[in-house]
């Protein structure tokens, strides 16, 4: 993951007052795979979508990028 991700859960509050830093391993893990998970399907959504199997690829490619997912 990268930046990007940080930058959202920021956002959603999750890092205000050190709310990050008072979560177990557990806790901070379950959230990170909850954001792969929703950057993953996003990406397959778009094989379903566009016909062009070059541009399916592309697009899957660059969202995990986006958000540091390895593919």
Do not use: E, Y
């Given at each position: 993951?990268?930046?990007k991700l940080d930058d959202l859960m920021y956002q959603a509050g999750?890092?205000?007052q050190?709310?990050?830093d008072h979560m177990d391993d557990y806790d901070r893990a379950a959230i990170l795979k909850f954001a792969e998970?929703?950057?993953r399907e996003c990406a397959n959504?778009?094989?379903l979508t566009f016909t062009d199997e070059q541009y399916q690829r592309?697009?899957?490619k660059t969202?995990?990028?986006h958000f540091g997912v390895d593919q």
């Open positions: 993951m990268n930046d999750l890092t205000a050190g709310c990050w998970l929703i950057v959504l778009f094989p592309r697009i899957d969202i995990l990028k």
